[in-house]
Nanobody, 117 residues
């Protein structure tokens, strides 16, 4: 089992940057694949980026080249660096942890990212 707490969201102007953090506790962090999802108003939750337990990242086409996912197993933390932010990136961003054999993935509470002038 794992508990997840996101932080780092806020208000930023178009073209700006943010770094989101997700701190995990309660289990062996390094055994989980981690992900970031987002949900914009009136939209379904969508995958933004995932990173395997081995550190291999994959990205949605809409953020590829602008966002970077990383993890620090020593700190039990996964990060999402958001660069060149656009208004369409506005959403609540959620951290996710998943491991083969678990009945359900784990979710954090979310952190709001707002991109506006």
């Amino acid at each position: 089992q794992v508990q997840l707490v996101e932080s780092g969201g806020g208000l930023v102007q178009p073209g700006g940057s943010l770094r989101l953090s997700c701190a995990a506790s309660g289990s062996i962090f390094s055994s989980y694949a981690m992900g970031w999802y987002r949900q914009a108003p009136g939209k379904q939750r969508e995958l933004v980026a995932v990173i395997s337990s081995g550190g291999i990242g994959n990205y949605a086409d809409s953020v590829k080249g602008r966002f970077t996912i990383s993890r620090d197993n020593a700190k039990n933390t996964v990060y999402l660096q958001l660069n060149s932010l656009q208004p369409e990136d506005t959403a609540v961003y959620y951290c996710n942890a998943r491991r083969v054999g678990d009945q359900f993935p784990y979710w954090g509470q979310g952190t709001q990212v707002t991109v506006s002038s």
